[in-house]
């Protein structure tokens, strides 16, 4: 029993360590070779945060656990809002005054609209998968795209972007950190993945209900820490635009991957309540951060607070 809990801990600190690494390591090539700070920013970073989620929904779901990549898909977008947001905003009020993260709240409850009625058949197929990730395409063109149209017009969160991204270093360097980071991404989430798996089988609790608390909650601390940091710096559209964009990517790619493996059955009680948690979450923080009357949004602490209850009340009732 203590050496799975010591699997999940080791597995989701090389995490952590070695999904930093990896971004490090392919923004830089990127920039070597040319590509705009803003686009790397974007694009390579924003899949960089989002880098455990996915690697451990593709080694669930080859495992032969695909509930557990669901439950990681679908708990880290609530511990992204819920966890993050909330304790950034009791550390420092947000305040969003970003046209960007305007555009992109709207994207969000679209493509969570999309999953929905994929997974209202309750199956996650092959075809769904790809759906997704055909969706995930289109939004990085928009991104990129919209990036371009924007350069001549400031704004709050892509300036932060371009300021947080890492340290300029020589291409032998980069792609040393790239391949370090990519090899222990693999192995710390199979750590992670079989550590969780025998827990839940100890437990006699579903690979859902692991992945949507224990390894949601360790695959969202790349957010946490990235959020964190950037509010302490004053970048507080950063980092409610880190939530938004990792609980895209996990819609879209995290969502989609396991369907592209196997087909996933879909208990309608995730949709009821677990997907229903998600979207009530993510409508709370767009009703703060939207603003009104020409004020801009803004996530108090006793907003911050709330959020943060949800969240311990939420994972108390999937546990106990």
């Known amino acids: 029993m203590l050496l799975y809990f010591a699997m999940v801990i080791s597995g989701i600190s090389m995490l952590v360590w070695s999904a930093d690494r990896f971004t490090d390591g392919a ?18 970073v924003a899949m960089g945060s989002s880098a455990p989620e996915v690697i ?3 080694n669930s779901a080859i495992k032969g656990t695909p509930g557990l990549a669901i439950g990681n898909a679908l708990g880290s977008n609530i511990a992204n809002i819920a ?44 075809m769904d998968g790809v759906i997704l990730l055909t969706l995930l395409v289109s939004y990085l063109i928009w991104l990129v795209r919209m990036a371009r149209k924007t350069r001549q017009k400031p704004d709050l969160m892509l300036k932060e972007i371009v ?29 992670l993945v079989i550590g969780a798996t025998n827990i839940a089988h100890i437990y006699n609790v579903s690979d859902f209900v692991i992945g949507i608390t224990i390894v949601a909650v360790g695959t969202s601390l790349p957010e946490l820490a990235a ?17 938004i964009g990792s609980n895209i990517f996990n819609l879209l790619a ?25 979207f009530g979450l993510t ?38």
């Open 163 to 191: 300021e947080e991204l890492p340290d300029s270093m020589p291409n032998s360097r980069a792609l040393f950190w790239l391949v370090v980071g990519l090899i222990l991404l693999q192995i710390s989430s199979n750590l």
């Open 283 to 320: 409508l709370a923080m767009s009703i703060m951060a939207w603003g009104r009357k020409g004020k801009p949004g803004e996530i108090t602490r006793l907003e911050g607070g709330i959020l943060l209850a949800c969240f311990l009340a939420y994972q108390g009732y999937q546990l106990f």
């Open 56 to 58: 451990v929904s593709i």
């Open 227 to 243: 959020s964190v940091t950037g509010v302490l710096k004053g970048e507080h559209e950063l980092a409610i635009g880190n939530v």
């Open 254 to 278: 995290v969502l989609g991957i396991p369907g592209l493996i196997d087909d996933v059955s879909i208990d309608i009680s995730i949709l009821r309540f677990d997907f229903a948690v998600m």
């Open 83 to 126: 966890m993050v947001l909330g304790i950034s905003a009791l550390i420092v009020p947000l305040r969003v005054q970003s046209e960007t993260l305007k555009r992109e709240i709207p994207i969000l409850f679209g493509l969570m609209l999309v999953a929905f009625i994929l997974l209202y058949d309750l199956t996650l197929s092959f």
């Open 27 to 44: 923004a830089a090539i990127a920039r070597n070779f040319g590509i705009a700070p803003l686009i790397v920013g974007l694009t390579i």
